[in-house]
Nanobody, 120 residues
Framework: QVQLVESAGGLVQPGGSLRLSCAAA??????????MGWYRQAPGKQRELVAD???????YYAESVKGRFTISRDNAKNTVYLQMNSLKPEDTAVYYC????????????WGQGTQVTVSS
């Protein structure tokens, strides 16, 4: 069994920064082969992909966060990070991390979610 433990989110003022982390623990093998991503879900909206990073280090960002958010990974620590800068009220959501092996549904895990609120 694999558990993903996310860091606490929080309340941030517009223009502020926050870094989320997600550490994988348990029966995980070859963490480096996983694609890792951050998703978010705002009230009344569908969950959306914010950013992801492949085993090879290729990254994807949603248009709404390009230039403000940075995803990174530390395979030695089985951890993925999301650095969020220049936060906007519309970034308010529950953020979830996900790790998966593409094409292998049995290796697809989600974190419990952490609330990020951007408000003055």
């Amino acid at each position: 069994q694999v558990q993903l433990v996310e860091s606490a989110g929080g309340l941030v003022q517009p223009g502020g920064s926050l870094r989320l982390s997600c550490a994988a623990a348990g029966s995980i093998f070859s963490f480096s082969i996983y694609t890792m991503g951050w998703y978010r879900q705002a009230p009344g909206k569908q969950r959306e992909l914010v950013a992801d990073i492949t085993s090879g280090g290729s990254t994807y960002y949603a248009e709404s966060v390009k230039g403000r958010f940075t995803i990174s990974r530390d395979n030695a620590k089985n951890t993925v990070y999301l650095q969020m800068n220049s936060l906007k009220p519309e970034d308010t959501a529950v953020y979830y991390c996900r790790i998966r092996v593409p094409g292998r549904k049995e290796y697809d895990y989600w974190g419990q979610g952490t609330q990020v609120t951007v408000s003055s």
